[in-house]
């Protein structure tokens, strides 16, 4: 890993359902970032999508293959740009439907990530569990582990990425509001008793009965947040 990166995680209001719009979004989102030096940037869960979906049916409407046409066009972003990005789909491989995060970078589309701890919320009560480990994967900028969400709530997640040799542990989330200051006590928690770099990038906003609580964060190795929204 560098001496020093830049990481930056949008706090973002994805709209349900408006993929075009989301995906516009977080292409600006990425130029933004990249003007001010970020070498690293997280979006949050389903911030392509949108998360509380009332059917399966309604979430597979919605879903696209990793890669697909929503991950290329980031990725050639990215190439353009020379940074790497973490943004959460939902993705479909056959007749399964997964929450999902898609890292891309220079070099095209590096891993995708499918989520494996599924709370009773939103869209994950439609979705398959992920049936892939937890992976870390290196870049020039570092080894990058990724979760989603209520991934961090099983300190095992996290402890399975850094003994595989985690720099950073990025977290893309959907945390609702009333919950958002708990998980920023398991996030310093887990960054702390692993030794490794955090970043955590929850939305804002309202869908349907839902509103989310915002307080993204980056949190360093020793569990001191180093900015938070």
Do not use: W
């Not at 020093?4 to 359902?17: D, E």
């Not at 891309?104 to 709370?119: D, T």
């Not at 870390?136 to 099983?154: E, R, S, W």
């Not at 609580?213 to 020793?222: K, N, P, T």
């Amino acid at each position: 890993m560098p001496n020093k990166i830049k990481i930056a995680a949008v706090q973002m209001a994805p709209r349900l359902m408006k993929i075009r719009e989301n995906l516009e979004s977080i292409l600006s989102a990425v130029r933004k970032a990249t003007d001010n030096q970020a070498n690293l940037i997280v979006f949050p869960e389903c911030s392509l999508t949108g998360y509380v979906f009332s059917s399966r049916q309604e979430a597979l409407s919605f879903a696209e293959t990793i890669p697909g046409p929503s991950t290329e066009k980031i990725t050639s972003l990215c190439q353009e740009l020379k940074v790497y990005v973490i943004f959460g789909l939902l993705e479909e491989e056959s007749d399964r439907l997964f929450n999902a995060a898609a890292f891309v970078g220079p070099q095209g589309l590096i891993a995708g990530y499918r989520k494996n701890h599924l709370p009773f919320l939103g869209v994950d009560r439609f979705v398959d569990i992920g049936d892939r480990p937890f992976q870390v994967h290196q870049t020039p900028i570092g080894n990058i582990g990724l979760q989603i969400c209520y991934d961090i709530a099983f300190p095992e997640s996290s402890r399975v990425m850094t003994l595989l040799g985690a720099d950073v542990l990025a977290l893309s989330t959907n945390f609702p509001q009333g919950r958002g200051e708990k998980y920023s006590h398991v996030i310093s928690a887990r960054a702390f008793e692993n030794r490794v770099h955090l970043v955590s990038a929850n939305r804002v906003g309202s869908e349907r009965s839902c509103s989310f609580a915002g307080l993204s964060e980056i949190v360093d190795a020793s569990g001191e947040i180093l900015s938070l929204a």
